[in-house]
């Protein structure tokens, strides 16, 4: 069965770095849109970035010029990087994807990592 493991998370200061990674694994036939979702106690998850299949991305106001998001299709990984991080930035980090595999087409999501910005 298809697996997404998410790896990455982190304590770090405001100001620095993090880079996250979900790696794909399973009976893989093609992978579609991936992204980052986060959430924190009490609060809805929100998407952070997004990137399609083709390259186009998308991000949240809060995370724009701060975060990148990319692919590698053949690794089936999707990243996260993560600069300039703020104390708000502090959530659950979860990925998701829409996957191709047996019986079609499904929507996916991580076990989520841990991000925390604190000084």
């Known amino acids: 069965q298809v697996q997404l493991v998410e790896s990455g998370g982190g304590l770090v200061q405001p100001g620095e770095s993090l880079r996250l990674s979900c790696a794909a694994s399973?009976?893989?036939?093609?992978?579609?849109?991936m992204g980052w979702y986060r959430q924190t106690p009490g609060k809805q998850r929100e998407l952070v970035a997004s990137i399609s299949s083709g390259g186009n991305t998308n991000y949240a106001d809060s995370v724009k010029g701060r975060f990148t998001i990319s692919r590698d299709n053949a690794k089936k990984t999707v990243y996260l990087q993560m600069n300039s991080l703020k104390p708000e930035d502090t959530a659950v980090y979860y990925c998701?994807?829409?996957?191709?595999?047996?019986?079609?087409?499904?929507?996916?999501w991580g076990q989520g990592t841990q991000v925390t910005v604190s000084s």
């Open positions: 399973g009976n893989i036939l093609g992978i579609y849109n």
């Open positions: 998701n994807e829409d996957i191709w595999a047996r019986g079609g087409v499904k929507n996916y």
